[in-house]
Protein backbone atom coordinates (compact mmCIF):
# COMPACT_ATOMS: atom_id res chain seq x y z
CA UNK A 1 0.00 0.00 0.00
CA UNK A 2 1.19 3.62 -1.04
CA UNK A 3 -0.65 6.42 0.56
CA UNK A 4 -0.10 10.37 -0.36
CA UNK A 5 -2.52 12.54 0.78
CA UNK A 6 -6.20 11.57 0.05
CA UNK A 7 -4.92 8.68 -2.48
CA UNK A 8 -3.68 5.10 -2.27
CA UNK A 9 -2.61 2.14 -4.23
CA UNK A 10 -3.44 -0.82 -3.02
CA UNK A 11 -2.75 -4.52 -3.86
CA UNK A 12 -5.28 -6.67 -2.25
CA UNK A 13 -3.72 -10.16 -1.33
CA UNK A 14 -6.03 -13.00 -2.96
CA UNK A 15 -5.78 -16.50 -1.96
CA UNK A 16 -3.64 -18.84 -4.23
CA UNK A 17 -2.61 -16.02 -5.87
CA UNK A 18 1.06 -14.61 -6.54
CA UNK A 19 1.73 -10.81 -6.67
CA UNK A 20 1.84 -9.97 -10.25
CA UNK A 21 -1.42 -11.78 -10.65
CA UNK A 22 -3.60 -9.51 -8.09
CA UNK A 23 -5.37 -6.80 -8.61
CA UNK A 24 -3.98 -3.36 -7.67
CA UNK A 25 -6.35 -0.23 -7.22
CA UNK A 26 -6.11 2.99 -7.15
CA UNK A 27 -8.27 4.44 -4.18
CA UNK A 28 -9.46 8.21 -3.84
CA UNK A 29 -11.17 9.40 -0.53
CA UNK A 30 -14.67 10.45 -1.77
CA UNK A 31 -16.20 10.29 1.41
CA UNK A 32 -16.71 8.70 5.20
CA UNK A 33 -16.28 5.49 5.69
CA UNK A 34 -15.43 4.08 2.01
CA UNK A 35 -13.40 1.48 0.16
CA UNK A 36 -9.87 4.61 1.09
CA UNK A 37 -10.63 4.56 4.71
CA UNK A 38 -11.52 0.97 5.28
CA UNK A 39 -8.15 0.32 3.70
CA UNK A 40 -6.33 3.11 5.85
CA UNK A 41 -7.78 1.67 8.85
CA UNK A 42 -6.71 -2.10 7.73
CA UNK A 43 -3.26 -0.70 7.36
CA UNK A 44 -3.14 1.12 10.40
CA UNK A 45 -4.27 -2.17 12.54
CA UNK A 46 -2.02 -4.44 11.02
CA UNK A 47 0.87 -1.48 11.25
CA UNK A 48 0.69 -0.88 14.78
CA UNK A 49 0.62 -4.83 15.88
CA UNK A 50 4.66 -4.51 14.27
CA UNK A 51 7.19 -5.26 16.01
CA UNK A 52 11.08 -3.89 15.51
CA UNK A 53 12.73 -7.35 14.00
CA UNK A 54 16.10 -5.00 15.03
CA UNK A 55 14.93 -4.92 18.85
CA UNK A 56 14.09 -8.69 18.43
CA UNK A 57 17.75 -9.77 17.21
CA UNK A 58 19.28 -7.67 19.77
CA UNK A 59 17.66 -9.72 22.51
CA UNK A 60 18.20 -12.72 20.85
Known amino acids: MFRFDDEMIVTPILARQVG ?6 HLRRR ?5 FDRFSA ?8 GTD ?5 AQA
Not at 20 to 25: A, K, R, T, Y
Open 42 to 49: HVEELWSR
Open 20 to 25: HDSPMM
Open 31 to 35: QADGM
Open 53 to 57: IRENN
